[in-house]
């Protein structure tokens, strides 16, 4: 067993145009006054990382990492969540998520998905300078329009979809294989891979790829009335990151699951600020610390109740409460019998 790594917090819903939260070096030292021993960082702003330099250049790696750790806090992954969901775009989304692309591949998916693939790469290579062997993304999606069945699918829909996305996908994680980096996509509502069963579709569709790995996040399981402790039984041996994030879900007589089409606020499912909503967390903190996982409990702050602040504070004590120092000996140690294995045969009453 070993101890978790943390408590981290993951900069993306915090991020903006004042100071501290407008460069990585403020928002260093905001989340280190706050308690926080690391920062997840998205690539997808300047100020924080130009991740095309950090890609060719590890004399900027080592500088921006000297930066970050002079103010008290390490960078324990980079993000893609953003460029990886324009990997594969179903066009009914082509719009909304026009904005997650640099101005110029705007308006054209094959460029923009072009433009999605290097970046992505891009963060392989400089997470592989930065010292960092796991990554953040999404999956994207194409077949999320077709998740409830009706009108019925046509047969071979789904494993064309699934087909289709590892072909985008395979290039990608094989060149994260070579910089030695697990490509960790959150399961997440809006993604191809949005459970356990997606998950194992695609990962079956890439041939098992040890760089195809998850990002857990107990809150997207929780919202979709999943077995969120059973999930780590199940994918252990693939849950290389850890997002700490509440959630609850309230289901009544009027909506489920679905939500009905409201806000945030109204929904049955909603998140929660670390300890406001219903999931388990001393029970995953258990199952992952008795898995040896290795990696880092990382805030995602999302509540529509709560200030972002108050929650980050929060945040920060309540992983920490969380995180289970783990024991090196066995409790029962003290009453050893010391038999040796020459022994054994002789305490079954058996003949020698």
């Known amino acids: 067993m070993r101890t978790l790594k943390g408590p981290g917090i993951f900069l993306a819903q915090f991020m903006g145009d004042q100071s501290p939260f407008d460069s990585i070096e403020g928002m260093a030292r905001w989340a280190a006054e706050l308690g926080f021993v690391g920062i997840q960082v998205p690539i997808g702003n300047p100020n924080f990382i130009d991740v095309a330099t950090a890609a060719e ?76 062997t796991e990554h953040a ?88 009335a999943m077995d969120y402790l059973s999930f780590i039984d199940h994918y252990h041996s693939r849950i290389r990151m850890f997002h700490v994030k509440d959630a609850e879900l309230n289901p009544d007589g009027r909506s489920g699951v679905y939500g009905g089409y409201q806000d945030w606020l109204q929904r049955p499912g909603r998140f929660r600020s670390l300890g406001d909503g219903q999931i388990d967390f001393r029970g995953i903190f258990s199952k992952l610390a008795a898995y040896d996982f290795e990696g880092w409990a990382v805030l995602e702050w999302e509540c529509c109740l709560k200030d972002q602040e108050v929650g980050a504070r929060e945040g920060a004590s309540f992983i920490r409460e969380h995180i289970i120092p783990v024991t090196g000996k066995a409790f029962d140690d003290f009453a050893s019998a010391g038999a040796s294995a020459e022994s054994y045969r002789d305490l079954l009453g058996l003949d020698p």
């Open 57 to 132: 250049s590890q004399t900027y790696c080592d500088e921006l990492k000297g930066r970050v750790e002079a103010c008290g806090v390490e960078i324990t992954e980079l993000s893609t969540h953003l460029e990886g969901q324009l990997v594969a775009v179903h066009p009914a989304y082509d719009t909304l998520f026009d904005n997650f692309a640099h101005p110029s591949v705007r308006g054209n998916p094959p460029a923009r998905q072009q433009w999605a693939v290097e970046q992505v790469m891009l963060a392989g290579r400089a997470s592989r300078r930065l010292g960092l």
């Open 137 to 224: 993304t999404f999956s994207g999606a194409l077949l999320w329009p077709y998740l409830y069945p009706w009108p019925q699918r046509p047969k071979g829909l789904v494993a064309e979809g699934f087909s289709e996305l590892a072909r985008r996908w395979r290039p990608i994680l094989d060149a994260f294989d070579e910089e030695g980096v697990n490509v960790c996509y959150e399961i997440h509502p809006g993604e191809d891979l949005h459970d356990g069963i997606s998950f194992e579709r695609f990962l079956e569709a890439v041939g098992a790829h040890p760089r195809a790995n998850i990002l857990y996040d107990p809150s997207h399981f929780a919202l979709q």
